[in-house]
């Protein structure tokens, strides 16, 4: 898969001004979701979910999350995610955020599990448990 991360996030990692927006990846509750495969990433200005507002065609509850995340050697790395009875029109790309109370910041976009939803679970399986490289 195809991975970037918007440029919000990676800033937040070396500023130290992060608050609120800072993202513990072991710890924070990290969540993926489907987003239509024509949203076009803007990956210096969009720095939270409410960009992608009408790039879904499922509801955002409908997201996933990662289960069993650690950091490793540079590395987020986690269990296979399931997107449970996944209906939705189109094919779609995926999206990683953290799930914020006021404001949820985009880390990362993949756009090459291109998947076509038909109402069964979608189990994304991350190539050796890596979810994202910093390297």
């Not at 540079?74 to 006021?102: E, H, I, M, W």
């Not at 985009?106 to 399986?125: E, R």
Request: charged content about 15%; aromatic content about 12%.
């Amino acid at each position: 898969m195809a991975q970037n991360f918007f440029r919000f996030w990676q800033s937040k990692l070396i500023d130290g001004t992060n608050g609120d927006l800072r993202v513990d990846w072991e710890f924070d509750d990290i969540r993926l979701l489907l987003v239509d495969s024509s949203y076009s990433p803007d990956f210096t200005n969009h720095t939270n979910l409410s960009f992608l507002a009408g790039q879904f065609n499922t509801d955002p509850s409908h997201d996933t999350g990662v289960s069993g995340r650690a950091v490793s050697d540079g590395r987020g790395v986690g269990a296979q995610s399931t997107f449970a009875n996944a209906v939705a029109d189109g094919t779609k790309n995926l999206v990683c955020y953290k799930l914020g109370a006021g404001v949820s910041p985009l880390i990362a976009y993949w756009d090459s599990p291109v998947v076509n939803p038909n109402g069964g679970s979608i189990v994304i399986l991350w190539s050796g448990s890596i979810v994202f490289s910093l390297h």
